[in-house]
T-cell receptor, first 112, second 112 residues
């Protein structure tokens, strides 16, 4: 069965610090990978997604993620975070099925 | 933009009540999903539907059922609500061609 692991449950950073959130999945075949963000009190929004091609994917709000097939990873990065990036971040995988499987989420707090 | 509308933002129900959570999408998507979101557990798939009258169990279907009589509407039913079903429920719709998922704003259900 597919599964997604997000090892960082809670990350606290100061503004301008760099961010990297880990995501690993367990599925040996072709996968589609997603990062979603949920700002406090709001619905889930897509940050970026990877289907094929360039493994470095750029998303909205300065986020990017790198797909490393050999490591089954799809880590999210941002070079300089802002207070407005405070949110919960979810990695998700779709492995040639209709189902989108989520990780447990990472809560990011950014302090000014 | 695709819109996924969940009829209630907040619900409070008593233990043993039958509860209906409604979800409507306006873009003729074939796939629709119900997730529940709990702190530290992320989003877990309850049920999904890949067409009218077609449904498939997700990872945590126990205590729930679903109904998809029309393409635009996907209902989640709690036959006899229990306190451990207190949660945030999220509906999603999927554009198969683009493999894009759109989420509703969620229904926060409290069972007392």
């Amino acid at each position: 069965a597919q599964s997604v692991s997000q090892h960082n449950h809670h990350v606290i950073l100061s503004e301008a610090a760099s961010l990297e959130l880990g995501c690993n999945y367990s599925y040996g075949g072709t996968v589609n990978l997603f990062w979603y963000v949920q700002y406090p009190g709001q619905h889930l929004q897509l940050l970026l997604k990877y289907f094929s091609g360039d493994p470095l994917v750029k998303g909205i709000k300065g986020f990017e993620a790198e797909f490393i097939k050999s490591k089954f990873s799809f880590n999210l990065r941002k070079p300089s975070v802002q207070w407005s990036d405070t949110a919960e971040y979810f990695c998700a995988v779709n492995a040639n099925t209709d189902k989108l499987i989520f990780g447990t989420g990472t809560r990011l707090q950014v302090f000014p | 933009d695709v819109k996924v509308t969940q009829s209630s933002r907040y619900l409070v129900k008593r233990t043993g009540e039958k509860v209906f959570l409604e979800c409507v999408q306006d873009m003729d998507h074939e796939n629709m999903f119900w997730y529940r979101q709990d702190p530290g557990l992320g989003l877990r798939l309850i049920y999904f539907s890949y067409d009218v009258k077609m449904k498939e169990k997700g990872d945590i279907p126990e205590g729930y059922s679903v109904s998809r009589e029309k393409k635009e509407r996907f209902s989640l039913i709690l036959e006899s609500a229990s306190t451990n079903q207190t949660s945030m429920y999220l509906c999603a719709s999927r554009d198969r061609a683009r493999d894009g998922y759109t989420f509703g704003s969620g229904t926060r259900l409290t069972v007392v």
